[in-house]
């Protein structure tokens, strides 16, 4: 027996890159009868068919973490693209994104892609815009900057998922990261093709080290699954001043000496950060979804 992790899904057949290579399997009986199923992703054992190098699936670790859309199991962080232009930059798109990514509890990143398009005014102005994302947690990068930034950032990461709207550049940036990346999508849908029926989870590219996920489908911002009381904690820098809160349970709303409206009103935290945080708790209100079953939804998860 070998361990491993799944790189790739296709069809029933699971992709295991193991010390000693990579493995074609399939998921023993035992574990469709446990109704486990495997992702992309997760850590697993498997029975090697060295000559062939096939095998059987025969266990899954326990996950860290796992995303819905993408499937994906284990993932280190999430690398938000934004882009500078085409379409235009604004920071209540970032904040949106932000909050719906923050609710998984995984690390985040930003890129800020088509920074060539901008002029060079624009371009501190975007930048000085950005440093308050960098003052509370969030790490940076931008196109213009030499691609080795990017890379040494990812050197401390394992299994980093891109995340963006549509057009913003995820596969401009993969194929710089990864010149292979074009190919091995090709080769991927070709075999998809020739299959009947094919489901596609998601896709691992290799990077120096780890890998990158490609995802179709991250693009949607799914805020109203959000419960209410949860949202003040997708807020990273409400999250590290909530202790100073008279309130344990402040939702930093209508209560009084609540540390976060004092600290936006000296201009600590941004205004228009704490008023995405009412826009979101207005629009999770007026969402049909009654708490209760966003309470069993998330335990279901
Ligand atoms: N000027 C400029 N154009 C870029 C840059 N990155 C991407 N583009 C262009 O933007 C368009 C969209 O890029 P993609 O990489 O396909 O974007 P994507 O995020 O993968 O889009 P989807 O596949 O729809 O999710 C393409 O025409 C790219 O050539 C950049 O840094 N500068
Ligand atoms: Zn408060």
Same mark, same amino acid.
């Given at each position: 027996?070998?361990?491993?992790?799944?790189?790739?899904?296709?069809?029933?057949?699971? %992709?295991?890159?193991?010390?000693?290579?990579?493995?074609?399997?399939?998921?023993?009986?035992?574990? =469709?009868?446990?109704?486990?199923?495997?992702?992309?992703?997760?850590?697993?054992?498997?029975?090697?068919?060295?000559?062939?190098?096939?095998?059987?699936?025969?266990?899954?670790?326990?996950?860290?973490?796992?995303?819905?859309?993408?499937?994906?199991?284990?993932?280190?962080?999430?690398?938000?693209?934004?882009?500078?232009?085409?379409?235009?930059?604004?920071?209540?798109?970032?904040?949106?994104?932000?909050?719906?990514?923050?609710?998984?509890?995984?690390?985040?990143?930003?890129?800020?892609?088509?920074?060539?398009?901008?002029?060079?005014?624009?371009?501190?102005?975007?930048?000085?815009?950005?440093?308050?994302?960098?003052?509370?947690?969030?790490?940076? /990068?931008?196109?213009?900057?030499?691609?080795?930034?990017?890379?040494?950032?990812?050197?401390?990461?394992?299994?980093?998922?891109?995340?963006?709207?549509?057009?913003?550049?995820?596969?401009?940036?993969?194929?710089?990261?990864?010149?292979?990346?074009?190919?091995?999508?090709?080769?991927?849908?070709?075999?998809?093709? =020739?299959?009947?029926?094919?489901? =596609?989870?998601?896709?691992?590219?290799?990077?120096?080290?780890?890998?990158?996920?490609?995802?179709?489908?991250?693009?949607?911002?799914?805020?109203?699954?959000?419960?209410?009381?949860?949202?003040?904690?997708?807020?990273?820098?409400?999250?590290?001043?909530?202790?100073?809160?008279?309130?344990?349970?402040?939702?930093? /709303?209508?209560?009084?000496?609540?540390?976060?409206?004092?600290?936006?009103?000296?201009?600590?935290?941004?205004?228009?950060?704490? %008023?995405?945080?009412?826009?979101?708790?207005?629009?999770?209100?007026?969402?049909?979804?009654?708490?209760?079953?966003?309470?069993?939804?998330?335990? =279901?998860?």
């Amino acid at each position: 027996m070998i361990k491993g992790q799944i790189i790739n899904s296709i069809s029933g057949f699971y %992709d295991v890159v193991t010390d000693q290579g990579k493995y074609r399997t399939r998921a023993r009986g035992n574990l =469709r009868n446990k109704r486990q199923k495997p992702i992309v992703g997760d850590y697993v054992e498997i029975q090697p068919e060295e000559a062939t190098k096939t095998g059987y699936l025969m266990s899954i670790n326990e996950r860290k973490n796992s995303l819905k859309r993408p499937l994906l199991a284990n993932i280190s962080d999430v690398l938000l693209l934004i882009s500078a232009r085409e379409p235009e930059f604004s920071p209540k798109l970032l904040d949106r994104f932000l909050t719906f990514i923050e609710e998984h509890h995984v690390d985040i990143a930003i890129y800020i892609s088509k920074m060539d398009l901008l002029s060079d005014d624009e371009v501190t102005h975007l930048k000085k815009q950005l440093t308050y994302y960098e003052n509370i947690g969030y790490p940076v /990068f931008y196109s213009d900057q030499p691609l080795s930034v990017l890379k040494t950032y990812f050197k401390t990461k394992h299994l980093s998922v891109l995340a963006g709207q549509s057009g913003v550049g995820k596969s401009t940036l993969l194929n710089q990261l990864n010149p292979n990346a074009q190919q091995e999508t090709a080769e991927i849908s070709q075999t998809l093709n =020739r299959g009947k029926h094919t489901t =596609r989870q998601v896709q691992l590219f290799e990077l120096e080290s780890g890998y990158l996920a490609d995802t179709p489908g991250f693009s949607s911002i799914d805020i109203q699954m959000i419960q209410i009381d949860d949202l003040r904690d997708c807020f990273v820098e409400f999250r590290s001043k909530a202790h100073l809160c008279q309130f344990r349970s402040c939702q930093h /709303f209508n209560e009084p000496n609540c540390e976060i409206k004092h600290l936006v009103e000296t201009g600590e935290i941004l205004q228009s950060r704490y %008023d995405m945080y009412l826009e979101l708790r207005e629009e999770i209100e007026r969402s049909r979804t009654p708490e209760y079953v966003k309470k069993q939804r998330k335990r =279901r998860k």
